[in-house]
């Protein structure tokens, strides 16, 4: 079956980076894309931007566009999410999740990890 | 950017009732859009995508309607492991974008 399993809670500091994983499992990893979205305490969810794991093409949000990078490494089967410039603002839960459509982004999920917390605190 | 209202904010119904929570857009989607539930502490699980369309395996007490502005998802018979947050999504536009949530409790 399809799985993400996503890297451990991180803590950081104001200014610092911060990069989790996800690794797929259960699907041809190239075959879909990984989106990454976040959701902040009490907050709604939000969606922060997508690699195709095939094409390496990216999508982000504009309002991550300066400070989010994603990336994958096929041969681990694995997606990156790496934010940069942390705040508190940034303290959430980060999840990857699988897109629907094999070969193209559809832009909704139909597998999600766990998700990861990341603490941004001095 | 679309911004997703959902209604009510917060819902209790008991075991059997019919809930109804409503999903609007602030500009037309057309049909592009997915309910998520999620339940404390864990991952949201997908429900229904295309406005209409039941995800593989997911009970068909659940059922979606709506397209342009609004939409609705309908639990027609509510069941005890239904409680938590319901969230819609609209991926007609980027960025992609959430409700703020529905949270239902079982009385």
């Known amino acids: 079956q399809v799985q993400l399993v996503q890297s451990g809670a991180e803590v950081k500091k104001p200014g610092a980076s911060v990069k989790v994983s996800c690794k797929a499992s259960g699907y041809t990893f190239t075959n879909y894309a990984i989106h990454w979205v976040r959701q902040a305490p009490g907050q709604r969810l939000e969606w922060m931007g997508w690699?195709?794991?095939?094409?390496?093409?990216?999508k982000y949000s504009q309002k991550f566009q300066d400070r989010v990078t994603i990336t994958r490494d096929t041969s681990a089967s694995t997606a990156y999410m790496e934010l940069s410039s942390l705040r508190s603002q940034d303290t959430a839960v980060y999840y990857c999740?699988?897109?629907?459509?094999?070969?193209?982004?559809?832009?909704?999920?139909?597998?999600w990890g766990l998700g990861t917390l990341v603490t941004v605190s001095s | 950017d679309i911004q997703m209202t959902q209604s009510p904010s917060s819902l209790s119904a008991s075991v059997g009732d019919r809930v109804t929570i409503t999903c609007r857009a602030s500009q037309g989607i057309s049909s592009w859009l997915a309910w998520y539930q999620q339940k404390p502490e864990k991952a949201p699980k997908s429900l229904i995508y295309?406005?209409?369309t039941l995800h593989s395996g997911v009970p068909s007490r659940f059922s979606g309607s709506g397209s342009g502005t609004e939409f609705t998802l309908t639990i027609s018979s509510l069941q005890p492991e239904d409680f938590g947050t319901y969230y819609c999504q609209q991926y007609n536009f980027y960025p992609l974008s959430f409700g703020g949530g529905t949270m239902v409790e079982i009385k």
């Open positions: 999740a699988r897109d629907v459509c094999s070969g193209t982004s559809c832009n909704h999920f139909d597998n």
């Open positions: 690699i195709n794991a095939g094409n390496d093409n990216t």
């Open positions: 295309a406005a209409s």
